[in-house]
C-alpha cells in the first residue's frame, strides 16, 4: 500500500522552504512524541504546522524507554486513578485502532510470594485494573488477568526461581518500538501536510512586545540560520523544557526535573520464559520485558543533572539490575550476558522534595506569555491525549482568525497511524506475500510488524534490487532493505539514526552494531550521495559513540560516566 508522504532526503529541505516562506498557525519545538503528536493533532486540525527537531526524531527519551503502552499499575497503587484510567483508554485505542502494526500485546507474570493478604490484595489491584480498562469508550484489545498456582509458574516461566513462590497472577499491557512509533506519527503528520525538518535547533524567540511571534533556529547540517514566524509556538521539549524557557526569560511557569532509567538487554534465550514477569524492588519496580529475540531488563530511577543529549549508564547502574534480576532467576546473568545498555531520562515535572519516583509522570500545560505553549510531563502512552491538549491550549491564542469559527476539535481519536491500513489484509496474506517476494515468512512478519501495510513499499524495493532482500551484514535479524528504506522514506539522515532507532542494533547486538556500521553506511551512501570521506566519517563516529558508551559502562559514578560519554561528539 502507498500511504501518503514520506521522510525523504528532499523533504527536510522543501519542509525548511516553506516554513521560511510563510506564517504558520503552530510551530511546534521538539521531535520526541509529544511534539509529533502535537504536530499530528493540530495539522488534522486544519491548522498549518511545523516542526523543528534539533537531533533526530525520537533522539531524546522518546527512543529511551521501557517501550510499554501501559496504565502502569504502580500509579494504580499510588491511587492515581485518573492517569491510570486515562492511559488503559490510550491503551486500547492504539492496540485496536490507530497503530495495530506497531503496537502489541505482551504478558507478565506479577509473583507472589507471601500467603494470605497478598493474593487477594494484588488480585483486586489487577482486577481493577482490567475493569478500569474496560470501562473506557474503546476495545481493550487484550484478555483479562489470571491467577496461577506455583506448578503453572513453573511451567511459564521454568528460569524463574520458585521455590519461594505462592504463584503468580498473568497480566496484559502493550508494548511498542517507541522510536518506530515516533517516526511513524511524524510521517503520518507530514502525510496530512505537516512540515518537519530535524537536525534544527531553536535558538530563540521572535517577539512583539510580550507576545511570541515565532523561532530562531539554526540549521545545523547547513550552519545557515533563519526565523519561522508563527500564531503560537508549542514547547514539546521534554527534559531541555527548562532551556527552552530561559529563552523567553523570566521565571519559569514549569520546572522540569530530569530522572535517568537505564535499560539492559539480554538473549531470550539466557531466561526461558513464555512471560515478562514485573517484581517489586525496594524504590521502584523491575520489569523483564520480552523484545522480540531479546529481553528488556529496566529500570532505576536516579535523578541526574549532567548531559541531557547522552545519558551515561554507569557500572553501578548495570550492577544495580544484574543484582535485582539476578535475586529471581535460577541462573544468574552475569556481565557478558548483556547485549546492549540504554539511558533514558524521564522529564518529571518537579514537585518540593520529592525523590523522583514518586513525582507523577501527569502532564501540564502552560501558557507563559501569550503566543507560547508548553507542554511537559506525562508518558510515552499518553501522548495523543498531550497533543490534543496542547493544541486546545494553542486554539485560544489563534481564537477565530485565519480559520474564522475558531479551531476545530481534535480528531486524532481517528486517525491511524500510516501503516495501519492494510495491515490485517496483508497480515491474512503472508504466506502468498513470502512466495510472490522470495523473501522467507520470518522476515515477512518481521516485516509487517514494522511496517504493515507499508510492506508492500518495502518489498517493491526489493523486487527492483534483488540485492535489498538479503540480511544485514553483521545484524542479520534485519534486511539490507530497512536501511535503504530508512533514508528513502523515514527520515534518517546518519548512521546513527539508522543503528539506534529506525532499527534497534545499537542495543540488540553483542558488538553494538559495530560490524553492521560500514554495510549500513554503504548503503546509505548510495542513497544520501556520500562519497568515501563522508561514509568513513559516519562510520568513525559511530564507532566513537560506542566506544564512548562502552567506557561509561565501566565507570563507577554519574560524573565519571558522563565525562566518557561527552567524549564522542555528535556528528553535527
Ligand atoms: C527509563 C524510562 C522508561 C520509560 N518507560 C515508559 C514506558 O514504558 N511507557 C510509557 O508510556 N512511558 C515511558 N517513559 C516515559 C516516556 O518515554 C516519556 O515521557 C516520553 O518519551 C517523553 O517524550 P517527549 O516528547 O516529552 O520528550 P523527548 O522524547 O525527549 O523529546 C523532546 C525533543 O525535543 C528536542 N529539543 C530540545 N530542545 C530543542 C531545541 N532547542 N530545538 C529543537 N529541538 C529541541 C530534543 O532533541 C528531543 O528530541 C519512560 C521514560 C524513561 C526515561
Known amino acids: 500500500m502507498t500511504q501518503g508522504a514520506a521522510l525523504s532526503p528532499g523533504a527536510r529541505e522543501s519542509a525548511l522552504q516553506a516554513m521560511e516562506a510563510t506564517e504558520l498557525d503552530v510551530l511546534v519545538v521538539g521531535g520526541g512524541v509529544v511534539g509529533t503528536g502535537t504536530a499530528l493533532d493540530a495539522v488534522t486540525r486544519g491548522l498549518t504546522v511545523g516542526l523543528l527537531e534539533q537531533r533526530d526524531f525520537a533522539s531524546g527519551t522518546s527512543s529511551r524507554s521501557s517501550k510499554l503502552i501501559h496504565g502502569g499499575l504502580r500509579y494504580l497503587e499510588m491511587l492515581d486513578f485518573a492517569l491510570v484510567r486515562e492511559a488503559l483508554q490510550e491503551r486500547g485505542l492504539l492496540l485496536t485502532r490507530l497503530a495495530p502494526h506497531l503496537v502489541r500485546p505482551v504478558s507478565f507474570l506479577y509473583p507472589l510470594t507471601r500467603r494470605g493478604w497478598e493474593r487477594p490484595y494484588v488480585g483486586a489491584g489487577m482486577a481493577l485494573y482490567d475493569a478500569m480498562a474496560r470501562a473506557g469508550k474503546y476495545d481493550v484489545g487484550l484478555p483479562r488477568h489470571r491467577h496461577l498456582f506455583r506448578r503453572q509458574v513453573k511451567r511459564i516461566a521454568p528460569d524463574f526461581k520458585s521455590d519461594v513462590l505462592t504463584g503468580a497472577i498473568q497480566f496484559y499491557d502493550a508494548q511498542v518500538d517507541d522510536a518506530r512509533l515516533v517516526m511513524t506519527i511524524a510521517r503520518t503528520a507530514v502525510s496530512h501536510g505537516a512540515l518537519c525538518a530535524t537536525r534544527t535547533k531553536v535558538t530563540g524567540f521572535l517577539r512583539e512586545g510580550e507576545r511570541v511571534t515565532g523561532v530562531r533556529a539554526l540549521d545545523l ?169 496542547a493544541v486546545d491550549a494553542a486554539a485560544h491564542s489563534l481564537g477565530g482568525g485565519a480559520l474564522g469559527g475558531g479551531v476545530p476539535r481534535s480528531i486524532t481519536e481517528r486517525v491511524r497511524l500510516i501503516g495501519a491500513d492494510g495491515y490485517e489484509t496483508r497480515s491474512n496474506q503472508r504466506a502468498a506475500l513470502s512466495r510472490s517476494s522470495g523473501v ?131 556528528i553535527v
Not at 296 to 316: C, E, F, V
Not at 481 to 503: F, I, K, M, Q, W
Open 440 to 570: 522467507h515468512l520470518a522476515r515477512i512478519d518481521h516485516l509487517l510488524h514494522r511496517y504493515g501495510g507499508l510492506v508492500d513499499e518495502l518489498l517493491a524495493l526489493i523486487a527492483a534490487r534483488p540485492e535489498l532482500g538479503r540480511p544485514l551484514d553483521g545484524a542479520e535479524d534485519y534486511l539490507a532493505v530497512e536501511v535503504v528504506y530508512a533514508v528513502s522514506h523515514e527520515g534518517a539522515r546518519h548512521l546513527d539514526d539508522v543503528l539506534a532507532r529506525r532499527t534497534r542494533i545499537s542495543i540488540e547486538t553483542f558488538d553494538r552494531g559495530v560490524s553492521a556500521a560500514r554495510p549500513a553506511a554503504e548503503l546509505m551512501a548510495g542513497e544520501l550521495g556520500w562519497d568515501e570521506e563522508r561514509l568513513a566519517d559516519e562510520v568513525d563516529h559511530y564507532l566513537r559513540r560506542v566506544e564512548a558508551e562502552r567506557q561509561s559502562q565501566l565507570a563507577l559514578t554519574d560524573r565519571e560516566a558522563d565525562e566518557a560519554r561527552v567524549k564522542a561528539r555528535d
Open 221 to 389: 547540517e547547513s550552519g545557515r540560520e533563519f526565523e519561522v514566524r508563527a500564531r503560537v509556538v508549542v514547547n514539546a521539549a521534554g527534559v531541555w523544557t527548562d532551556e527552552i524557557q530561559a529563552m523567553v526569560g523570566g521565571r519559569g511557569a514549569l520546572h522540569v526535573q530530569a530522572s535517568k532509567g537505564i535499560h539492559l538487554v539480554v538473549p531470550r534465550d539466557r531466561i526461558r520464559s513464555e512471560s515478562g514477569i514485573v517484581l517489586r524492588t525496594e524504590t521502584s519496580v523491575l520489569f523483564v520485558i520480552p523484545w522480540g529475540r531479546h529481553w528488556i531488563i529496566g529500570t532505576t530511577d536516579t535523578a541526574w543533572n549532567l548531559d541531557k543529549a547522552h545519558p551515561a549508564a554507569s557500572r553501578a547502574d548495570i550492577e544495580y539490575l544484574l543484582n535485582q534480576v539476578n535475586k529471581v532467576l535460577k541462573e544468574p546473568l552475569r556481565l557478558d550476558d548483556v547485549e546492549g545498555v540504554y539511558a533514558g531520562l524521564r522529564p518529571l515535572l518537579s514537585g518540593e522534595s520529592e525523590p523522583t519516583s514518586r513525582i507523577s509522570r501527569e502532564h501540564t500545560v502552560v501558557t507563559p506569555v501569550p503566543g507560547l505553549v508548553i507542554i511537559a510531563g506525562g508518558k510515552l502512552t499518553t501522548y495523543r491525549v498531550m497533543g490534543k491538549d
